[in-house]
């Protein structure tokens, strides 16, 4: 049977995920299985709410942000724009950008692909919805998620640090240790700056061996 040849789906049929600071993230691209290039929402209920996460793009993804409802304070390259709905902002990669939402119900598309390169989906949309369904009282779903995640991604240092995460939230001690060497292994100086700071490791902060990786 041949596939279906389009899909159609509206804004609030997307699956809902927290991304903390009141971001919510509705994936698109996972959502139509979309291979040409990412694509997402990202809505914020209340003014105030972050509706896209402060980052810089450090491997070439070029970005575009489309205001579709209420609308935005862009912060890009340190300087910040007010973004009505209809609002484009396109950033270049190595730029910092985020977003914070000015009215209630505010929602951003974003749109990006690395110029010059056969686009791939980034492994952070798995790690990021494990995280979410983990979150959400959906364990079960989001271990799946984090499984097939590292499978297809063995040598990224990011799979072993959120499952390290998720065994320290989870109580299993040697678990986390086991992924967090993992990880270290991987990509240290990732790693040791963000898990010295990281409250997911809370439980485990105090065994001698997290300070003998950190």
Known sequence: MSEQPFEIAHLDDLERLPRGEGLVWRPIRRRFGISAFGVNAYSAADAGDRVVEEHREVDGH??????????????????????????LV???PG?????????????????????????EPSPWEEWAA??????????????????ASIAANPDAWQGYYNLACFESLDGRREEAFAALARAVELG???????????????AIRSDPRFAELV
Request: cysteine-free; glycine content about 12%; overall charge negative.
């Open 188 to 202: 240290p100086d990732e790693v040791r700056k963000y898990a010295a700071e990281d409250t997911d490791f809370d």
């Open 130 to 147: 494990a995280e979410a369904y983990r979150t959400l009282g959906r364990p079960d779903e989001a271990r799946a998620l984090m499984d």
């Open 95 to 119: 730029t910092r950008r985020g977003a914070i939402a000015r009215e209630p119900g505010t929602i951003v598309l974003g749109v990006g692909a690395k110029p010059g390169e056969v686009f």
């Open 90 to 92: 396109f950033v270049r």
């Open 62 to 87: 070029e970005e575009l942000y489309v205001v579709v409802a209420g609308r935005a304070a862009f912060t890009v390259g340190g300087e910040e724009h007010d973004a009505p709905a209809g609002t």
